[in-house]
T-cell receptor, first 117, second 115 residues
Framework: AQTVTQSQPEMSVQEAETVTLSCTYD???????LFWYKQPPSRQMILVIR??????QNATENRFSVNFQKAAKSFSLKISDSQLGDAAMYFC??????????????FGQGTILTVHP | EPEVTQTPSHQVTQMGQEVILRCVPI?????FYWYRQILGQKVEFLVS????????KSEIFDDQFSVERPDGSNFTLKIRSTKLEDSAMYFC?????????????FGPGTRLTVT
């Protein structure tokens, strides 16, 4: 079974600074997808960014980018120019890309990000 | 922009009672999911549903749970006899043609409190 680990329960960053959230995962599969979801105080889960394992290029979405190290099974999220609205719980998630997968997401424990003005 | 909706936003029930949580997925989506999040813990997969049947379920999803798509728009999660440990946030999600390529869109969640 796949597992996802986020070793940083809490992180903080100053507004306009850069912060990196860590995530490692364990799988024996070669085809899979990785995601970062944001959960603000409203509790709504919002997709931030995704990475296909077969792509070597790291995904980027505006101020959000990932550092995907497939061999190390590491998938960190970098938030540049942090804004107050980035404050939330961030979850790393794994999804199998196999033919029998129906899209089940396996989540990490989450990292609470605080942004200081 | 299309979105997943869930009702009610908060449900309080007594232990042993049955509850039904409702979700309206995005209209052209074919894959549906339920997840739960106990306060302060990670989000856990419960069940996936496709073509009017369960395609995958977790160990959490025991005989007390059931899902149904009673009409063309609603997707429900029923807990037959609630326990205190069922208190959690329940999220519905849906995805389009194939869950492999398309991300899951989550609803705002239903907070279930069992007393």
């Amino acid at each position: 079974a796949q597992t996802v680990t986020q070793s940083q329960p809490e992180m903080s960053v100053q507004e306009a600074e850069t912060v990196t959230l860590s995530c490692t995962y364990d799988t024996s599969e070669s085809d899979y997808y990785l995601f970062w979801y944001k959960q603000p105080p409203s509790r709504q889960m919002i997709l931030v960014i995704r990475q296909e394992a077969y792509k070597q290029q790291n995904a980027t979405e505006n101020r959000f980018s990932v550092n995907f190290q497939k061999a190390a099974k590491s998938f960190s999220l970098k938030i540049s120019d942090s804004q107050l609205g980035d404050a939330a719980m961030y979850f790393c998630a794994y999804r199998s890309g196999g033919g029998t997968s129906y899209g089940k997401l396996t989540f990490g424990q989450g990292t609470i990000l605080t942004v200081h003005p | 922009e299309p979105e997943v909706t869930q009702t009610p936003s908060h449900q309080v029930t007594q232990m042993g009672q049955e509850v039904i949580l409702r979700c309206v997925p995005i209209s052209n989506h074919l894959y549906f999911y339920w997840y739960r999040q106990i306060l302060g813990q990670k989000v856990e997969f419960l069940v996936s549903f496709y073509n009017n049947e369960i395609s995958e379920k977790s160990e959490i999803f025991d005989d007390q749970f059931s899902v149904e798509r009673p009409d063309g728009s609603n997707f429900t999660l029923k807990i037959r006899s609630t326990k205190l440990e069922d208190s959690a946030m329940y999220f519905c999600a849906s995805s389009a043609w194939t869950p492999i390529q398309y991300e899951q869109y989550f609803g705002p969640g239903t907070r279930l409190t069992v007393t």
